[in-house]
């Protein structure tokens, strides 16, 4: 805001030393003007991703260790405002007590208020915010001696650390610490963002900005309100760009197959939303290489868009996933099962097996892993042959093989018969193993997609299960009800 000073580096600062990786993209309308300067703000990639549990969880243990023993220095300025590293108490907004933080930034204001970033001890990034000064202590004002349990809401986040080693995860952590929107209004929804977005500078001049208003159909940024209105009276666009490939009528949804390479404005800024809710996302400007799968909810006024995923085009390693995200107020439904489904659903129209992006996030592992359980106990009760190999079982669900084995042994199917590994199940016993897998929420209907796969030599596709038979286009088009 006008007025203040505040002891955090700009995002274009601190993002000059960020390095480029490979991915999708993120961008808005008027960030063209800006690509050589702040475009420059984010890394390079295509997976959402997340620090292995283990390191995060040695992390928190310290300093909860250093919480409960009462160990927090007085770390003050001579005005007795604390510095910026200094272990203090909050107020946590869900429920009021007070926690142990670490103030991330101190914000002095034009009327001689004083506002400090927090991170709370033991809790993801996510929840880091800014606290009025009164509010700060620099102990526990209950007096509460023993730690609390804790218990937060996990966001779905299915990617690794695409390949980041630790410094480079610590720099992004540095050039991302302090968000740069608090919350974004989409549609009927007023979202509180999780994480900082290299959006282009122009939307956060002063550091930081309250609500960013985004319209949900051409995913378009704007400062303020009226703009939004201003826009919406405008715009005759109720749906995003590309085909519509698949509707289903009874639920309500609706996918939308978006080319980065013909709506790159649209991909990069779905990109750009994406990064508020994925921590260790990584962007890249080129979004040609990407398709975007975009699944909405329709209803009279349009479509509204509940979440995405994306993938390459032609993927060197096989993978049918790069970044998926599911938006927080449509988070437990099940779509983000169903966004999975979809995408070996993808699969087994272009003959290939697929596999999300790796490693996966600790999360990632065990939602796909819950998918692969369920998609080869099905395929095993509906082939029903005596003999099946991992092969079979493969081409019937597109799943990589190494993915069906990991499923297999995890569903204890699998027995050493005279040194070798061998299936070995019964229909009941089978039928047991499935209820623990359900997938619920929505299911993907294949009979409701319409889709023809692009065109991939099949010689150099070494992905492909055997050579595709020419795919007739799709003819549907988005309608209203």
């Not at 999708?24 to 959402?48: E, M, P, T, V």
């Amino acid at each position: 805001m006008p007025g203040q000073k505040s002891k955090r580096r700009g995002a274009d600062e601190a993002a000059a030393g960020s390095k480029k990786r490979k991915g999708d993209g993120a961008a808005s309308k008027s960030s063209k003007a800006n690509s050589s300067g702040n475009n420059n703000n984010s890394k390079n990639g295509g997976g959402a991703s997340s620090k292995g549990a283990a390191n995060k969880n040695a992390k928190n243990k310290t300093a909860a260790d250093e919480a409960e023993t009462g160990n927090w220095e007085d770390m003050r300025d001579e005005d007795g405002t604390f510095k910026v590293g200094a272990k203090i108490f909050c107020p946590y907004r869900k429920d009021g007590s007070y926690r142990p933080c670490i103030v991330i930034d101190v914000q002095h204001n034009s009327d001689g208020s004083v506002k400090y970033y927090v991170h709370y001890v033991e809790f993801n990034r996510r929840m880091d915010t800014w606290i009025p000064g009164p509010d700060a202590m620099d102990h526990d004002p209950t007096g509460r001696t023993r730690r609390q349990d804790v218990v937060e809401f996990v966001e779905e986040e299915y990617g690794g650390s695409n390949g980041m080693d630790p410094d480079s995860i610590r720099e992004h952590e540095e050039i991302t610490k302090v968000k740069n929107v608090n919350r974004i209004e989409l549609g009927r929804n007023i979202i509180e963002t999780w994480y900082f977005s290299p959006i282009p500078r122009e939307f956060f001049p002063e550091g930081s900005v309250d609500v960013l208003y985004v319209s949900e159909f051409t995913l378009d940024m704007y400062r303020h309100k009226s703009e939004l209105e201003r826009h919406y009276r405008r715009c005759k666009i109720r749906h995003p760009p590309g085909d519509e490939i698949y509707r289903d009528d009874e639920n309500k949804l609706s996918m939308f197959e978006v080319d980065g390479a013909k709506s790159k404005i649209y991909s990069q800024n779905l990109s750009y939303l994406a990064k508020f809710f994925l921590d260790h996302k990584t962007l890249h400007w080129d979004v040609d290489p990407f398709l975007f799968y975009v699944l909405c909810e329709y209803d009279e006024k349009g479509y509204h868009p509940v979440g995405y995923y994306s993938k390459e085009k032609y993927s060197e390693q096989g993978y049918n996933l790069a970044c998926i995200l599911t938006l927080p107020p449509y988070q437990r439904k099940g779509y983000g099962k169903f966004l999975i489904s979809f995408s070996y659903e993808l699969s087994k129209k272009e003959e290939k097996v697929g596999s999300p992006e790796k490693p996966l996030s600790d999360l990632g592992q065990l939602s796909y892993r819950s998918y692969w359980c369920h998609a080869v106990l099905e395929a095993l009760l509906e082939m029903n042959n005596e003999a099946i190999s991992v092969i079979d079982i493969t081409k019937h669900t597109s799943i990589k093989t190494e993915d069906v084995v990991l499923a297999l042994k995890f569903l204890g199917l699998t027995k050493c018969v005279n040194g070798r590994h061998v299936i070995c199940v019964d229909e009941n016993f089978l039928r047991e193993k499935l209820k623990k897998f359900p997938l619920k929420g929505v299911r993907v209907d294949p009979e409701r997609l319409h889709w023809a796969p692009l065109k991939v030599d099949v010689k150099r596709d070494k992905w492909s299960i055997k050579a595709k038979r020419k795919a007739e286009p799709a003819s549907f088009q988005p309608q209203f009800s």
